[in-house]
Each structure stands twice: as C-alpha cells, then as structure tokens.
C-alpha cells in the first residue's frame, strides 16, 4: 500500500476539522438515526436557524452530509454513514485517557 500524499492528509484534515465542534457532532450523531429538517436540529442545538445553517454548510462542503430540499423545509441526511464509527474510536481515546489518568492519580 502505497503512503498518503500531502493532499490525502489534508483532504482527511478537512473532514476532521468539519466535525471538530460539538453541534456539529450532536448533529453527525442524530441524522445517523436518520434524516432531520433544519428545523430539528435547531431545536435539538438550541442555536438560531442561520447557525445550524452554518453547521450544516460545513458538514456538505465536508462530503459528510446531504440535503433534499421539500417545499419550503430542507432535510439533511448523512452521505456516508460509516462516519459514526468514528465515534467509537473517539470513545475508546477518552477510555484510554481517564485510565490513564486514574492510573497517574492513584500511582
């Protein structure tokens, strides 16, 4: 297998820093449940229409997510939705990082 290319990394860096903020992972998390309209997922943040707006923006320029839009409601789903595995491996990291830290504390 042939080493990743600067490009490559910094294609996988866009994608990362496009879920690097919490809405954004509270958003990933419910369109995998399934589709949601923006106004959802406003709901659901607790933020204004033209931030989630902004999210969502992101996370489509990110190839993380679609949208269809339905007479006046735009509803968003997830393009790939392999990208909660993701989630896992992030919760085994912040495992690993308290045992580690209890295991410093208690030493």
């Given at each position: 297998m042939k080493k990743p290319t600067k490009t490559q990394y910094e294609a996988r860096a866009e994608v990362l820093k496009a879920m690097a903020h919490p809405s954004r992972?509270?958003?990933?998390?419910?369109?995998?449940?399934?589709?949601?309209?923006?106004?959802?997922?406003?709901?659901?943040?607790g933020a204004d229409v033209s931030t989630v707006s902004k999210h969502l923006s992101l996370?489509?320029?990110?190839?993380?997510?679609?949208?269809?839009?339905r007479g006046t409601q735009v509803f968003y789903?997830?393009?790939?939705p392999c990208v909660v595995n993701f989630f896992s491996c992030v919760e085994a990291v912040l495992k690993e990082r308290a045992r580690i830290y209890l295991s410093a504390v208690a030493g």
């Open positions: 992972l509270l958003i990933v998390d419910e369109l995998a449940k399934g589709e949601r309209c923006v106004c959802e997922l406003t709901e659901m943040i996370l489509k320029n990110a190839g993380i997510v679609m949208d269809e839009k789903t997830l393009r790939v």
